[in-house]
């Protein structure tokens, strides 16, 4: 687990997005030792904003995507959960359509430094998939 430190918080690589193109999205898998392993997806906004969540629908707590990087509808403009197709906003997260309305995705602040993207340490520690 590769970690870094910014003003005291510590944060851990979760995957290259230095590549990562506007309304795309990447699976990342982070090993959390004994606690398990932390799921989750980044995806990049049509303005190159960077947001990360556990990768968790909060219908049934199923991983959203069907495909190993494929979190979003095929217009880049909404992650979709492949199995009931719930339809989150990307900025926040929440559910706007489907079987969770109004439910939120986990988020996690996620950084990007030098093409890579890390995740705070304390969020994801929070938020063990396994
Ligand atoms: S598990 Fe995601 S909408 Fe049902």
Same mark, same amino acid.
């Given at each position: ?6 003003? /005291? #918080? ?17 699976? *990342?898998?982070?090993?959390? /030792?004994?606690? /398990? %392993?932390?799921?989750?997806? !980044? ?8 947001? #990360?969540?556990? $990768?968790s629908c909060p219908h049934t707590g199923a991983p959203l995507n069907w495909t190993p990087d494929q979190f !979003?509808?095929? $217009? ?11 339809? *989150? ?11 969770? %309305?109004?439910? *939120? !995705?986990?988020?996690?602040?996620? !950084?990007?430094?030098? /093409?890579? %993207? ?10 063990? %998939?396994?």
């Amino acid at each position: 687990m590769k970690t870094i430190e910014i003003e /005291g #918080a510590f944060y851990v690589a979760a995957a290259e997005v230095a590549s990562l193109a506007a309304m795309k999205s990447k699976a *990342f898998t982070i090993d959390l /030792g004994d606690q /398990g %392993s932390c799921e989750g997806f !980044l995806l990049r906004e049509h303005d190159r904003t960077l947001r #990360a969540y556990k $990768n968790s629908c909060p219908h049934t707590g199923a991983p959203l995507n069907w495909t190993p990087d494929q979190f !979003l509808t095929t $217009n880049g403009r909404y992650i979709q959960c492949s199995i009931h197709g719930a339809m *989150f906003v990307t900025e926040t997260g929440e559910c706007f359509a489907g079987p969770c %309305s109004g439910k *939120f !995705l986990t988020p996690f602040h996620v !950084l990007e430094k030098e /093409g890579m %993207s890390y995740i705070a340490l304390t969020e994801i520690q929070k938020s063990p %998939s396994k």
